[in-house]
């Protein structure tokens, strides 16, 4: 979700796989994340964070699109395991370092710095249930060198 060239960067992780190797891959899908009870603060800088990810050049939702680059780079076999936990307030430290990474940019596009301070208060209370970013583990299979006389 990182990486401005995605499908350069699994080509390349392809090629580095002896033919028949295993490529697996995991990338999250942050367009699934919620928060109970609802809160408009929340939702507010939720979908700022979401702006300021692909303003960044990430792709918040590249977890959901991963096992069909891995097909279009010519990996076979692929398959996918998207997994998602729902849990207390306080369990994601690392969803709420995020936001923190990701607020300036936030800011810059508008987010208000209040709301930004009561979503992280509202992600750290642990009377409140979050669903964290679906997790996508995807692996395909590099195509082993045909063989003369040799079936696949």
Known sequence: MHLPSRLDALRRLASAARPGGWVL???PDFTTVTLQPPSAAWERTWSAFL???VAGGWDPRY???LAGD???VGLTEVHADYVATATHGGALPLLALTIERLRPRMLAQGAADDEIDEAERLLAD???TVTSPTICAARGRLRPYS???VSP
Do not use: E, H, K, T
């Open 51 to 53: 702006d300021a990810a």
């Open 63 to 65: 977890g959901a699109r």
């Open 126 to 128: 642990p009377a409140n």
């Open 147 to 149: 063989q003369p006389g």
């Open 25 to 27: 891959i995991n990338d």
């Open 70 to 72: 891995m097909r279009a």
